[in-house]
């Protein structure tokens, strides 16, 4: 795949990431319903945002690995004004930092759950939305304890 560098959706005027080289086994681990992220090959630990060296002990080798895609919600802020126009249906809605199981923390959407009954550590599950066909979303969603 080569890196995408469109950011807005043409349909729906919806902004998308943008893809860089180092971040590619993560958007195809998407792809394919999987969140894959970086292992240490030295400590074990996983982390997020990606980087070329684990945060915990500096090692700069490691491996790409499936994270289980369960988690609590770690924090959250609630957007009341539309940024953009492909938000105005959207408003009032929630940004979340996930806590995986693994322990990265990813900053989200948040789906199927109204503002009000959003919870600090309810337990979370990742869900995948295709965007196009480079792009699927990892988002989260309440999940079972
Ligand atoms: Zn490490």
Known sequence: MEPSYKVVEEKTGRYL?????????????ARKHEIILQRCNSCAKSWYPIGPACPHCFSMSFKWDRMSGRG????????????TKWFESKVPYAVVQIQ??????????????????????????AVFEDITSDITLVQFRPGKK
Request: aromatic content about 14%; overall charge negative.
């Open 100 to 125: 995986l199981e693994e322990g990265p923390r990813l900053t989200t959407n948040f789906l199927d759950c109204a503002v009000k009954d959003i919870k600090i550590g309810m337990p979370v599950e």
């Open 17 to 29: 990431p943008v893809i860089y080289p180092e971040e590619l086994p993560f958007w195809e681990g």
């Open 72 to 83: 609590t919600l770690h924090n959250y802020v609630v957007f009341h004004k539309p940024w």
